[in-house]
């Protein structure tokens, strides 16, 4: 077997990748401006394009190389971001979005200093015993159907399924929730609404 081979990702396994790698160049190229069937038609021409192998490896298996594998959470919210661009979704709350932003900032607060060393505690081996975790995460549920966020309850949900269904290749439950760029997005997100305008408008008035 040579070393290319042992890099090549069977074709049951590629759902997320390509669904990634689709979605992500979706968001990213200008594609609002386009009439809604080339939207559809670049969204699908994309997903073939993360096919394509080069050397043996799809190209969503090299952007995966960079980037990793997102959580399931992150999945969703690309695939959902594209719906909206789509206009197939509205774009949801501003409150319902504080509040997930809220959720997955303290998610990265709570996972990535201990991976850091700036804690003794690792929360991450939490994640492969997690049955703590799912009873806070249901918890975390429920409140967020109570306070009428379906689309926290649809990310949270769809992550713990996923987890429980072994659909992902990670075995540790933080995987599912959060990655290093979703959390680190919603920290710059909640800044940018918060502090940074405020140091603006002081910087401006002196």
Do not use: H
């Amino acid at each position: 077997m040579t070393g290319i081979d042992t890099l090549v990702v069977p074709w049951s396994t590629l759902w997320q990748p390509t669904l990634t790698f689709a979605t992500l160049c979706f968001l990213m190229l200008p594609s609002q401006r386009l009439a809604r069937r080339w939207q559809f038609a670049l969204l699908f021409e994309l997903g073939a394009l993360s096919l394509i192998p080069i050397n043996g490896i799809a190209l969503a298996i090299y952007l995966r190389s960079v980037i990793d594998d997102l959580a399931i959470t992150t999945v969703l919210v690309l695939s959902l971001a594209t719906l909206v661009r789509l206009k197939l979704l509205a774009v949801p709350p501003r409150l319902q979005q504080t509040e997930l932003l809220c959720i997955f900032a303290a998610l990265a607060l709570i996972l990535y200093p201990a991976s850091l060393g700036l804690t003794y505690f690792d929360p991450y081996r939490l994640g492969y015993a997690p049955r703590p975790m799912l009873v806070l995460m249901g918890l975390l549920t429920v409140v967020l159907l109570w306070r009428r966020n379906l689309l926290g309850v649809l990310l949270f949900s769809v992550a713990t399924l996923t987890f429980t269904l072994d659909l992902k290749q990670s075995e540790n439950y933080w995987d599912y929730l959060i990655d290093p760029g979703l959390g680190t997005w919603a920290i710059i997100v909640l800044l940018m609404r918060s502090g940074l305008p405020v140091i603006a408008a002081r910087y401006r008035k002196a």
